[in-house]
């Protein structure tokens, strides 16, 4: 957790091979008083701050923490994204990644926010541009906050209570630093998104009299403070961190939640954001300036141009395509048909033909056996012009003479955040192509979900006989003692909330009058099939304390060509390890390592 000046020079030299971020400057810095000679130099640091923050494009080695969980199937064996399920997992070996980038991520903010704000750049003060590029530097210190509050937030969401720091300290000190509780954490998050929400630049994209000609439209703004301080408000009040507490303390808490989703929203929609007209538009190769999905994403962490995502998922059999994280039956099976009811309740559902009269989000996140798909298929073997995942086929795994070991596990491939059009490898008048990937942080979608589940919950613990349809005055009770309270319109129930994702894709509401249990069940698939491999699921089960069984028990469907060409579809049950979720996991262990350093400041999670 500790930054040596003396490295400075490194870490800031070090930019321009691994940023290259869409909207993100690149800088070159030596030492103190040469960031001291400008005030662009101090962005070099801001690069840094943003390259800490998390993305899921296959961290593990090409795995998503997806294939964790019970979206997706690693179709390569032996990888580590096994340890979550497998037993594996431990103090000894914890999968720090996030504690390691977020406490690099917290000492390069507390750099930027003590010693590199508030400068004045005299020797400037005659350039033309002096005004517009101090407006961006003195945004920095709130940008750096921000990420700061993200950092912990990424912190909290795993571990609970973490060491906590908002100066940077000696290595001795810092390593002694003990756990604060989680509460802490939440409460820190909320007070610092209060501060700044309205000291940070409201829309880079809009502010044409204060912005440089480049708005750079990748960094933080107000809606990113304001979603941070919502999600984090959900956690915080989700079952997880609230075991121990009385009703009343976890109605307050949802209560929080509620009166910040409710403003990120109002704030948000005013601005012109909300939803795209499709889902796909926001990983479009365009994403960062189509209009479309401008409006739904509110902050996204940007990627370089690349085709790594790619190479990991793509099919087996068609150019470098690895097969990756392929998705299961049971998300399959997840996506409704067009009447809005499940596989098993619908006359529309043909097990035949198993893939129509789906919800239009299906088509948009899987590949399924028959499609023309990557775009450039066909033409890299004609022979095969469409994907064949049947026993025997050629993107199969089983029953291929061609032996490709690593082709889908599940009978599926990855479609959703994949560009159709990349080429991975050239051949004869055809290049290899890249493009730019945004991880969706923060997005309207997610944000009407997340508005819906605390509606729910806060009207479910109030008494409730239908929370999904309520509306009432809401109030909360902040740690300050200072009362908080706003009203529900009718337009803003938890149902209306939770159907707006739907009505996007063509699916119907979500009826009035269903019992609690009723809108429990279908809001969490929804928010399943709507968030799918955007690394929520991971999170969600483990903060609600529900469903982690189905993490450890999956399905495949083995496919079947017939000889008059149709196919027959079986879905076949499978388990990972023993087949048990461990409750301790919904948290995750601090490293041994961190323990001993800490002197055993730092007491372990319950469990490990």
Known sequence: MKLNKNILCLALASLALSSCNTDYNEYTAYDKEYIERSFTYVGGLMTKIYNDIDTDWGNLSGA????????????????????????????????????????EGITYCNEVIDNWSDMTFDQYKLNIDYEKQMYLYNNYKYEARWARAYFYYTLVRQYGGVPFKIHNTTGTEETALPRVTADSIFNFIAS?????????????????????????????????????????????????????????EKKNLWAAAVIANKELIDEAEKKGYGLASSIDAL???????????????IWARRTASANTFESYNFPVGYSSGQGGNCPTQDLVDAFEC?????????????????????????????????????????????????????????????????????????????KKFCNPDQIL?????????TSPHGWLTFRMGGMYLNYAEALFQYFKIAGNANAADATAMVTYTDPQGDKHTVTIPSTQTAAKMASMTRTRSGMPAFAAGMTNDEFWSKYKNERRVELAFEG?????????????????????????????????????????????????????????TEIMKSGNAIVQNPGW
């Not at 064996?77 to 504690?99: K, L, M, R």
């Not at 490898?425 to 290899?432: E, I, N, P």
């Open 338 to 414: 067009t009447d809005g009811k499940s596989i098993s309740e619908s006359s529309l559902y043909d097990p035949t033909n198993p893939y129509a009269n789906r919800d239009s989000r299906l088509a948009k996140t899987v590949v399924v056996n028959g499609e023309a798909w990557p775009n450039d298929l066909a033409a890299y073997n004609s022979e095969h012009p469409t994907i064949e995942t049947y026993v025997g086929g050629f993107h199969s795994r089983t029953g291929n003479a061609a032996g490709k070991s690593y082709a889908t596990t599940t009978g599926y491939y990855l």
């Open 283 to 297: 990983w479009g190769k365009e994403y960062y300036s189509e209009a479309q999905s401008y409006k739904e994403i």
């Open 425 to 433: 490898r050239a051949r004869s008048g055809v290049a290899v192509t």
């Open 536 to 592: 929520h699921r991971f999170y969600d089960v483990r903060r609600w304390m529900e469903d982690g069984d189905k993490f450890m028990n999956i399905h495949r469907m083995e496919i079947t060509k017939n000889e008059n060409g149709s196919f027959t579809y079986n879905k076949v049950a499978f388990t990972r390890g023993d087949g048990k979720w461990q409750s301790r996991w919904n948290l995750f262990p601090f490293s041994q």
């Open 64 to 103: 998503m923490l997806s294939s964790a969980t019970d979206e997706s199937e690693y179709s390569h064996d032996g990888n580590s994204v096994e340890d979550f399920y497998n037993g594996n997992w431990s103090a000894a070996n914890p999968h720090q990644t996030i504690w390691s980038s977020a406490y």
């Open 192 to 248: 610092e998104c209060d501060d700044i929400k309205d000291k940070i630049i409201e829309d880079y994209s809009a502010d044409a009299e204060h912005i440089l000609a480049k708005a750079e439209t990748g960094r933080a703004n107000k809606y990113a403070v304001l979603a941070l301080k919502a999600q984090a408000a959900l956690y915080q009040a989700s079952p997880l961190f609230t075991q121990g507490k009385t009703d009343e």
